[in-house]
Every structure is written in structure tokens, then in C-alpha cells.
């Protein structure tokens, strides 16, 4: 479909949204004429004001007359001064898409990569074009899937997919944004009838009778329903336009295999699910491991330090072998499916440009580390900036550290004898004191367990409540050992962080650790070991 029936579909749709709110609105006002002519007065004037506010959010929502440009994206724009090998390796890519390069480049610290352009006239007039790439995707490419990325982006310039995307996006608004309207007055008219009939039932308590059950069944109903009713016409613009937006998807594809080849297109796509997969592991396992603990790593590395994640575990997101993920394909997603986008371009001839010796994306940038700095500084929020820096090994021995001791508040609240104050290492001695007594069983019977661990009688109990133990007792070791310095955890990129101590001490801890919860329980291994580690 050309560009020129693209838009008028695209009016078509969004002036089928006001045909959808005049009829709407001529349907209340029918059933307002009814009322003053049939119904009691009482009636009628009930239904003028559920007219009314039905009413209100369908006019506010054809009134709504600027699209949202741009609001939640954060990025850092970067000049041509600062990074003159990127912004030339963009125009010359623009130049051979053969459409105008981008106003502005952003940085982001997302594993994405996106063009925007903020369209005049419904998208008759071109505006401002913006292109946001993410330091986590370059990252993880090399320069020729960065390349084909960036090729494949500005080819949605090149067929006006961007301009006109401003009429579709302006339709979206409109639907949301109604949308919400009535949901939010639906949610306020279940919240006040709940506040009514509980104060009801408040006062037929305070004169000793039984309380009602609070009832909201059926209220806000015609709130829900005028939502109801644009949620499907959303849905069905959405399904209008969304194959023409996977088309818009292969077409960029193909322009991507043209100007950065083949293989380069097809591989860049094969990596990105495993890249993104990374990048949340990254963000979930790293990245934040301290923050519940006030730590970050080093200015630049919350979202730069993916690479050395990358770097340790350069087989995993593989690249022209790597499989895709087969997932069922939602009838209003934009993208066809990854898989049938990769097959489409291995269709294609050979291009004879499979052989480039790989070199990193990060090679266009003067200073990947200055623009992590800046990605950082912008996106992240105001409390987490003035968190305490650390570097990647205090990090992990630190935040690590910070988690078991935090885990071990369970045992000494169920531990009467530890002083609230004490560390672990006071905390550990009167948990092998409760050990020597037998009070140990009892302390472990008091902290969370399974359904399958309750639920459990005898014999079964009994095992148990023995791993329970060696559990609390091992986590109470590592925290003492690991607070005093007698331990230190170990970074590592390509697995978990390990704990390390004294030099052939590790299997001695274990057997120290199983004679402390055996049948006849001896704490005096576990307890010298831990003096000969002092």
C-alpha cells in the first residue's frame, strides 16, 4: 500500500473515531428525548445527569488535539562534535537509504534502537527527526550489525512510515485517552458506593446489629460499558493498520540487507533476543544488586557495564547459529515474528558480504565511557544518583554480604537470646549455643516454611527441619565470616558470584557443617574452624 492510501486510511480511522462519539452522543440525546417524553419526572432527571457525565469524557476525547510527542522517552542528545564518527556513519547510511538523515541523535540506555518525527499537518509536512539508539544495543553488536540496525530504522524514513505514523498515533491518543476517562469514573463511582456502604455498615454495627457485606456489583456498569465500546474500536483500528505495519517491517528489513548485506541483517536480528535476554539479566543480576542496600557500581557502569557481561559471555548471545524464540504472535503486535523476518532475508542471494572481519559498534564512539556517564546522569532518578559508588568487586562483596546478613533476621527474631544489636558473628555463636541445647529445632519451627514442610509429620518432619537448619546455620556462617573479612564474595561475569575463603577450607566448612546437624549434633568442628579462620 503506497503512502498516500496509507494516510488516507489512516484519516479515515481517526475520523471514524468522531463519527463513533457523534453517534454516541446522538444516542444519549435520543434517550434524554425519550425521558422528557414518556418517563416521570424523577426518572428523567436521573438519566440527564448519567447523560451528562457519559457525555463529558466522549466530548473531551474529540477535543483532544495534540498527539504526545516524545514525553517518556529519555535520551541524551549527542552533537556531531562530540561523536563525528557515529553522526557520519548515520548520514552516509541516510545517503544510501536514500532520505533525510536525523535532526537529532539520542542516546538511551535501552537495548533498542528507534526513529521518530514529529509530522505537521497530520503527517503532510515533515518535522523534526530524531533518532534514539541505545549504549546497551551498541554494546552488544558489532559494527556491521549496528549498521544493518541503523539501516533498517532509516528505512522507515525513506517510506514515510514515521510521518504518517502521526494520524495512527493521533487516533491512538484519542482512544486511550477515553478510554481512561470512563475506566477512571468507573473506578470513582465503585470507591464512593464502597465508602457509602461501609459507613452503612459501620453505624448498623454501632447498634449492635450484624454488618452487610459490601456489594459494588453492577456499579459503574454504563461507565464500563462506553469503555468497552472504544476499547473494541481501538482494537479494531489496531488490527486495520497492523499489517501494513509488518509490512513496513520486511520493507526496512530489506532495505537494511541492501545497504549493510545479508548476513549482517539477518544475524543483527538473530542476536537481539538473546541480547535483550542478557541485558534484563544484566540489569536484574548486577546492576542492581545493591541498590536495596544504597550501592551502585561506578559512574558510567549501571547501564555501560553490560559489555563486560557481553564480553564473558560472548558464546551465549550467538550470532547467525543462534536459535529463535518461537512465541504466538499477538494480532495487534507491529513486527511480524523474528523468525519469518530472518527467513525472508536467508532467501535472498548471496551477497558476498558475510566474510567482514567483526569489529565493535562501540569503535564509532570517541568515548563510550563519557556517554555512559551522560545516559546515566539523565535517566536515572535523583535518589539513586546520590547512592554510594562502588567498584565492581566491592560491589559483589558488599551488596552480597549486605543480603545474607539481611536474611538472617528471621533466626534472631525467632532467637530470644541474641541481642537485637549484635552482629553476626554473636548472632552465629548463640545459634550453635541453641544447637548444643537442642533449642535449635524449635528456633528453626518458628520461621517460614513450605506447605509441603508443614504439611509434614515424623520421619518427614524431622528431615525437614534438618535441611532448615543447615540452611540458617550456613547462611549465619557465610554473614559472620563474610562481615569480619574472613571471607570475601568473588565477582565473576560468566557465572554466580562465589564465596572464598582460606585456602582448602571449603570442604572442611561442609563437614563441619553436617556434623553440627547430625543426630548426635557437635558444633566443635564448625566452632574451631571458625577460630582458625579468625
Keep these: 500500500m503506497g503512502a498516500t492510501l496509507r494516510a488516507l486510511r489512516a484519516l479515515v480511522l481517526l475520523a471514524c473515531f468522531h463519527l463513533l462519539g457523534l453517534a454516541l452522543l446522538t444516542a444519549l440525546g435520543a434517550l434524554d428525548w425519550a425521558a422528557h417524553r414518556w418517563a416521570p419526572a424523577g426518572w428523567a432527571l436521573k438519566l440527564y445527569v448519567v447523560s451528562f457525565l457519559l457525555a463529558v469524557p466522549v466530548v473531551r476525547g474529540m477535543l483532544l488535539l495534540r498527539t504526545p510527542r516524545d514525553e517518556g522517552v529519555a535520551g541524551v542528545p549527542v552533537t556531531d562534535a562530540e561523536e563525528p564518527r557515529l553522526w557520519a556513519a548515520v548520514r552516509d547510511l541516510a545517503a544510501l537509504v536514500g532520505t533525510r538523515a536525523p535532526d537529532e541523535i539520542r542516546l538511551t540506555a535501552d537495548m533498542n534502537a528507534a526513529v521518530t518525527e514529529d509530522a505537521r499537518l497530520l503527517g503532510l509536512l515533515g518535522g523534526t527527526r530524531r533518532l534514539y539508539l541505545g549504549l546497551p544495543l551498541v554494546a552488544g553488536l558489532t559494527e556491521a550489525r549496528l549498521r544493518a540496525v541503523l539501516a533498517h530504522e532509516l528505512g522507515h524514513y525513506g517510506h514515510f512510515d514515521t510521518r504518517l505514523s502521526g494520524i495512527a498515533e493521533r487516533c491512538r491518543a484519542h482512544v486511550a485517552r477515553t478510554v481512561d476517562r470512563f475506566e477512571e469514573k468507573s473506578g470513582h463511582t465503585i470507591a464512593k458506593e464502597r465508602a457509602r456502604q461501609e459507613k452503612r455498615s459501620a453505624k448498623r454495627v454501632a447498634r449492635g446489629r450484624s454488618a452487610r457485606e459490601v456489594d459494588t456489583t453492577g456499579v459503574g456498569f454504563t461507565y464500563r460499558a462506553m469503555a468497552r465500546v472504544y476499547t473494541a474500536y481501538g482494537r479494531f483500528s489496531m488490527r486495520a493498520t497492523q499489517s501494513d505495519a509488518r509490512r513496513q517491517e520486511l520493507a526496512a528489513d530489506l532495505a537494511a540487507a541492501r545497504i549493510a548485506g545479508r548476513d549482517a541483517t539477518a544475524s543483527a536480528l538473530r542476536a537481539l533476543p538473546a541480547l535483550d535476554d542478557a541485558h534484563a539479566f544484566y540489569l536484574s543480576s548486577y546492576a542492581t544488586l545493591g541498590v536495596e542496600f544504597g550501592m551502585l557500581p561506578p559512574r558510567g557502569e549501571v547501564f555501560g557495564g553490560v559489555r563486560r557481561l557481553l564480553d564473558a559471555r560472548a558464546e551465549e548471545p550467538a550470532g547467525a547459529g543462534a536459535a529463535l524464540p518461537v512465541e504466538p504472535v499477538s494480532p495487534y503486535d507491529s513486527h511480524p515474528p523474528t523468525a519469518e523476518r530472518v527467513a525472508a532475508l536467508e532467501a535472498l542471494p548471496d ?27 539523565a535517566t536515572l532518578a535523583p535518589e539513586a544518583l546520590l547512592m554510594r559508588r562502588l567498584d565492581w568487586p566491592d560491589l559483589v562483596h558488599e551488596a552480597m554480604t549486605a543480603r545474607y546478613v539481611q536474611d538472617t533476621e528471621p533466626v534472631r527474631a525467632a532467637l530470644k537470646t541474641a541481642p537485637a544489636d549484635s552482629g553476626p558473628a554473636a548472632l552465629l555463636d548463640a545459634f550453635l549455643d541453641a544447637v548444643d541445647s537442642g533449642t535449635a529445632w524449635d528456633v528453626v519451627g518458628g520461621l517460614p516454611r513450605s506447605e509441603e514442610a508443614a504439611a509434614a509429620t515424623g520421619r518427614a518432619a524431622r528431615e525437614f527441619a534438618r535441611s532448615s537448619l543447615r540452611r540458617e546455620l550456613a547462611r549465619l556462617v557465610t554473614a559472620a565470616l563474610a562481615s569480619d573479612g574472613r571471607a570475601r564474595w568473588q565477582l565473576s561475569w560468566s557465572g554466580p558470584a562465589s564465596l572464598r575463603l582460606a585456602v582448602g577450607r571449603t570442604g572442611a566448612l561442609d563437614e563441619a557443617l553436617d556434623a553440627a546437624i547430625s543426630e548426635r549434633s557437635d558444633t566443635g568442628p564448625l566452632r574451631e574452624l571458625l577460630a582458625t579462620t579468625a
Excluded: I, N, Q
Design 351 to 377: 551477497d558476498g558480504r558475510g566474510s567482514e572481519r567483526p569489529r565493535p559498534a562501540l569503535d564509532l564512539f570517541d568515548s563510550p565511557e563519557a556517554a555512559s556517564v551522560r545516559v546515566e546522569d
